[in-house]
């Protein structure tokens, strides 16, 4: 999950008020925010495109940029440090990815501020024509949603503060640039109208940013720029790439991949030039609406940008606060609180909504269009418990008594247990996912029809379910082959079987597994152990001879009882021994107790 | 009058004590009784305490010859090799003694100049004065490793002069030859009887038997009347000892259950292999979401698909994903696919088995909880394994709210030994609101997070028919575990080292 570092000087900047670190830091908790820690941090300049990269005081400079991709030999120059607190993203609440996103909250919670922030927008003149060409399937990227944004002139933080929310947003909504990425430029670098069309990537070029100069075809971005390079994957499937271009045919940006260097933001833009694109709408729209919502706070006026479609003609951003229904009484009731209409408005206005009170129970709350969370009356409800404070509710318990039940494997499981150890067995544990090879292979055994396969993981040790108990046991006493003997030891567990019948295609078992090793481990000892554990839990069985690859040839039996008793006891062959490392014999046995599922 | 008593072998060291006539040293009553010498040193050490006895110490040097010594002296030692061959011609060049393929060079140059045997002129080693009557006399410390070994391989230097040997000289020549001979200080106790313990030990000891054991014959035949049992000294440390026992994750599932047991939860169990439906669509987890990545879940092969429940539940699932159905949602508002519902997982987290549970009972009031594990897509290392144990609990009621989830988190929480404990709003797909666990960890002066809960969406709970809010809450057993015992490498919960299963005590 990645992680976004606020000044804390800016923070307390934009609210207006001196704050120290550990009321902010309350605060934030409080409003749900996952505060990693507080740190001192240093800001290094890029040479190339001029972005502050920040890292923490005890670690190297950077050598690479995070915003262009310009890398270098030498690290680059350090310019300045701040205090930060450092926050886990929430992927449910992008509008709290950045510190204008969060200084709205907080002045809410901290009574600067309540109600619905307000958004205007203003109409604006720039048109942007959209290519029908982007539906098709040979270049699918249909969606765009644009803005202009007039900002106090973009000074190091705020330069690195909308270049942070980019990529936070390229994460939270985007999915890594898969369903929406976003592009900010130099306004006064750009001739509107914008055209949204597409290109030839063998033959259109131009220079990428962080490499003034260097001017470069699509395709060979691809292949050689840091950003074209790692999401060269998103282009795979297509013949024709997307791109923005203005009146004079120059270059924004080539979505998702790279903007242009010479419509780049630098230091002293004032007017910005946004563009979300992508294959979701919603993550599109959402995108735009959070990013133009967080420069609002950072002192932003929007403009909108009419999109000229084939079928429609669009304006975006539309920042027109949404609205949702609820009742007052399910909210007290969902809560387990008690508070008056009145604090039930304010502490809902706290939170940055209004409300209007209908009729009745009847409430309606108006919510700026950021917050796509909202989806049911019971977040809104979250948001009075988070207005309300978790520490003002007092912790109860419900009055209705219940009766408990154990489950009987359970504790069936546990009475053998308690056998097992007073019979000197020391209890392992061991994981049930497992390679085909050491379930079966080292046991000189063909891979069980009934065995669960994982199609895809990480490394084939992961591959299978266990079936049986054998490998567990086998590893600890390989594990443990250094240390003296006999060692006797146990295992309870599930094994998992293949089951066509099955609701899920498969039956879990309890099994128990026990083992010897040692000079005088032999079948007569496993045979007293194991009839001692079916005396102490009233089962019967007959033992009768087995043949099992695993085991020494008339050293082996199954034994089969009433209510599905089975178990199979016997010496390992000497073959799996070797394989599994051991010097001394091991003796063996596995019984199912019961059905599981 | 017969006051003291001792037992067999105090009195047979005491009875060598009485028969000497001046002051015997430790080894002489050692050598004298045969009884062995830790015995010997206790016994002579309670006749002083006792005032019986005065003893005085004496340092000496010691001479060992090693085991080569020997053969070394019969064959000559190199020196005298070499002076042998110089007798004749008074003068021999180096380089051709060198040619002797047994003479060590070193060994001849560095201890035949020390003896002042030979002098070195121009590569050529020169025969003395001294040298000359080396002839018919052994060398001081010769003789002394010869009488050394003819003793067995010892003896003091002060003994030397009786033998007219320089001792000095003996020290000078063999105290850098190891190969030779060892010098070693050596401290000798001797006892010596005073008058008052002559007069006792004569005439007023008794001597008992002193066993460490008594036989079953002793016992039944009433001998043990006349055996003293040896004191023993109870205050020394004992060789460790380790009763079989629990796994430490064990114990740690069995607290998680009495605990759940003790507030009136029932438990439960589902399968680990279950279908995508249970372990995302019911808890309202959109098809797109990146959890349900190949990235994060294993997805299965064989089986490769799962049974549905009944078309009307399916239907009602489906339709809060797209519009919200009958829950008052809005929904996610996108197209449900059934193929993607009936894929197999290994189960990501045990609320499958709670979610399974409140659609088998959806009315109130139900209380469960399940143990089990879950498994997530990940290679092994010391901070992740694919698989570990989860317990989730639900509580569906009519007072159910945030208010008795926060009660009853306390309650559980406290159970699970953790008396100091807050909350935090949290952000979960499936519950509003959501609520954050932390504990206070005395050993680790801070507080953790551990556990997430919170009161079911409606999308969750309304699909099953259930119509009062729905508490839940789960945690991971393995950070649990890890945190209680100190671990620092979560693959030791599972590569089960014996010793430290064995040693880990039960009350930890």
């Not at chain 1, 946004?274 to 735009?288: E, F, H, K, M, P």
């Not at chain 2, 057993?477 to 430290?500: P, Q, T």
Request: one cysteine or more.
């Amino acid at each position: 999950m990645p992680v976004v570092a606020i000044s804390a000087r800016r923070l307390n900047e934009l609210l207006g008020r001196e704050y120290d670190m550990a009321e902010l830091v309350d605060a934030l908790e409080q409003l749900g925010t996952d505060v990693e820690d507080t740190a001192e941090q240093a800001l290094y300049r890029c040479p190339a495109c001029q972005a502050p990269n920040d890292k923490p005081m005890d670690e190297e400079p950077p050598k690479r940029c995070d915003f262009c991709g310009h890398a270098q030999e030498d690290p680059f120059e350090r310019f300045a440090s701040e205090t930060v607190i450092r926050l886990d993203l929430l992927a449910a609440r992008p509008d709290l990815f950045d510190v204008g996103g969060l200084s709205r909250a907080l002045k809410g919670y901290l009574h600067l501020q309540a109600g619905l922030p307000e958004f205007t927008v203003q109409d604006g003149a720039i048109r942007v024509e959209v290519d029908p060409d982007l539906s098709n399937e040979e270049s699918y990227r249909p969606f765009i949603a644009c803005a202009a944004v007039t900002m106090p002139p973009l000074d190091h933080n705020s330069l690195r503060e909308i270049m942070r929310l980019q990529e936070n947003l390229h994460w939270g909504i985007g999915r890594d640039r898969k369903l929406a990425s976003i592009g900010v430029y130099d306004l006064a670098a750009v001739q509107p109208p914008i055209r949204y069309t597409l290109i030839d990537p063998q033959t259109f070029g131009f220079c990428p940013l962080g490499m003034p100069g260097v001017q470069m075809t699509a395709a060979r971005i691809l292949q050689e720029h840091p950003k074209g390079i790692a999401y060269a994957n998103l282009m795979q499937p297509y013949q024709r790439y997307p791109i923005l271009l203005d009146a004079q045919s120059r270059v924004l940006s080539m979505p998702p991949i790279i903007n242009s260097d010479e419509t780049k933001c630098r230091l002293g833009t004032r007017r910005l030039f946004i563009d979300v694109t992508g294959i979701s709408r919603d993550a599109v729209i959402n995108s735009l609406n959070t990013l133009t919502s967080a420069l609002a706070e950072l002192g932003g006026q929007i403009e909108n940008v009419e999109m000229h479609y084939p079928d429609r003609v669009q304006r975006t951003p539309d920042l027109t606060p949404r609205s949702i229904q609820i009742r007052y009484s399910e909210a007290l009731k969902w809560l387990g609180i008690d508070c008056s209409p009145e604090e039930f408005v304010q502490t809902i206005r706290k939170m940055r909504l209004n409300v209007e009170h209908q009729q009745g129970d009847q409430y309606q709350v108006f919510y700026p269009p950021f917050r796509t969370d909202i989806r049911h009356e019971v977040d809104i409800f979250e948001d009075l418990a988070i207005g309300y404070g978790f520490g003002a509710i007092e912790p109860r318990l419900v009055p209705t008594m219940t009766i408990a039940q154990e489950r009987p494997e359970e504790r069936l499981s546990n009475l053998v247990r308690d056998a097992m150890i007073g019979l000197g067995f020391t209890e392992i544990m061991s994981l049930l996912l497992q390679s085909e090879e050491r379930q079966f292979a080292k046991f000189r055994m063909q891979t069980d029809e009934r065995t669960v396969i994982i199609s895809n993981p990480k490394t084939i040790e992961q591959k299978t379910a266990r079936t049986h108990m054998m490998t567990g046991i086998l590893e600890t006493l390989q594990k443990n082959r250094r240390k003296a003997v006999p060692q006797r030891l146990f295992e309870l567990g599930n094994v998992i079987h293949v089951d066509p019948d099955a609701e899920t295609g498969t039956r879990e078992y309890r099994h128990l597994a026990f083992a010897i090793i040692g000079p005088e481990a032999g079948y007569a000892e496993s045979r007293k152990i194991l009839d001692a554990v079916m005396r102490e839990i009233n089962r019967r069985g007959t033992y009768a001879p087995d043949d099992h690859p695993a085991f020494c040839e008339g050293r082996c039996a199954q034994v089969n009882g009433p209510d599905g008793l089975w178990a199979r006891l016997g010496e390992f062959h000497p073959q799996v021994l070797n394989n599994f490392g051991l010097s001394y014999p091991v003796v063996f046995a596995e019984m199912r107790l019961t059905n599981v599922i | 009058m017969k006051s003291q008593t001792l037992n067999e072998e105090q009195w047979q060291i005491f009875q060598t004590l009485l028969q000497a006539s001046d002051r015997i040293s430790v080894q002489q009553i050692v050598a004298a009784t045969g009884i062995d010498h830790p015995k010997v040193s206790a016994a002579i050490q309670y006749g002083e305490e006792q005032g019986w006895l005065a003893t005085d110490e004496q340092s000496r040097e010691e001479l060992t010859a090693t085991a080569a010594a020997a053969s070394q002296l019969q064959a000559g030692l190199p020196e005298r090799r070499a002076l042998a061959l110089l007798a004749e011609p008074g003068r021999i060049a180096m380089r051709d003694l060198a040619q002797n393929p047994n003479l060590p060079m070193s060994d001849v140059i560095k201890w035949g100049s020390l003896r002042g045997w030979f002098d070195k002129d121009k590569g050529d080693l020169v025969l003395t004065d001294q040298g000359r009557r080396a002839f018919e006399q052994p060398d001081a410390d010769e003789r002394a490793l010869e009488l050394a070994v003819a003793r067995g391989g010892t003896l003091f230097l002060d003994e030397l002069a009786a033998n007219h040997i320089d001792a000095e000289r003996v020290r000078l020549l063999v105290q850098n030859r190891g190969d030779l001979a060892k010098l070693k200080p050596r401290t000798l106790r001797f006892a010596c009887l005073t008058e008052n313990g002559r007069r006792i030990l004569t005439h007023e000891v008794t001597v008992v038997k002193e066993r460490n054991m008594l036989t079953p014959e002793d016992i039944t035949s009433g001998e043990w009347q006349n055996i003293r049992l040896r004191r023993y000294d109870v205050t020394l440390a004992s060789e460790n000892v380790y009763p079989a026992k629990i796994h430490l994750m064990q114990k740690i599932i069995q607290l998680t259950r009495k605990a759940f047991l003790e507030m009136g939860f029932s438990e439960i169990v589902s399968p680990m292999v279950e279908s995508a439906f249970w372990d995302f669509d019911a808890l309202f987890q959109p098809q797109d979401h990146p959890a349900r990545d190949m990235q994060d879940t294993f997805y299965l092969q064989r089986p490769a698909q799962a049974q549905l429940p009944a078309d009307e539940i399916v239907d009602r699932v489906k339709r809060t994903h797209e519009n919200g159905g009958e829950t008052g949602s809005r929904g996610w508002g996108y197209r449900w696919n059934v193929n993607r519902a009936r894929q197999v997982v290994m189960r990501t987290h045990t609320t499958a088995c709670t979610i399974r549970a409140l659609a088998r009972n959806p009315q109130p009031p139900q209380k469960v909880f399940c143990v089990g594990k879950v498994f997530r897509n990940e290679a092994i290392s010391y901070k992740h394994l694919p698989e570990f144990f989860q317990v989730d609990g639900i509580l569906v009621d009519k007072d159910a709210n945030l208010a008795t989830l926060l009660g009853t988190l306390k309650e559980f929480y406290r159970k699970m030994g953790f008396n100091k404990i807050k909350f935090k709003p949290a952000f979960f797909p499936y519950t509003e609101p959501s609520v954050e666990v932390f504990v206070y960890m005395e050993s680790k002066q801070s507080w953790i997070e551990l556990g997430g809960s919170g009161v079911f969406r409606p999308e969750v709970t309304r699909p099953f028919g259930c119509q009062v809010p729905v508490l839940a809450w789960g945690l991971g057993l393995d950070r649990l575990a890890m945190l209680r015992y100190g671990l620092h490498d979560i693959r030791e919960l599972y590569w089960s080292d014996l010793d430290r299963i064995m040693e880990a005590p039960l009350c930890q």
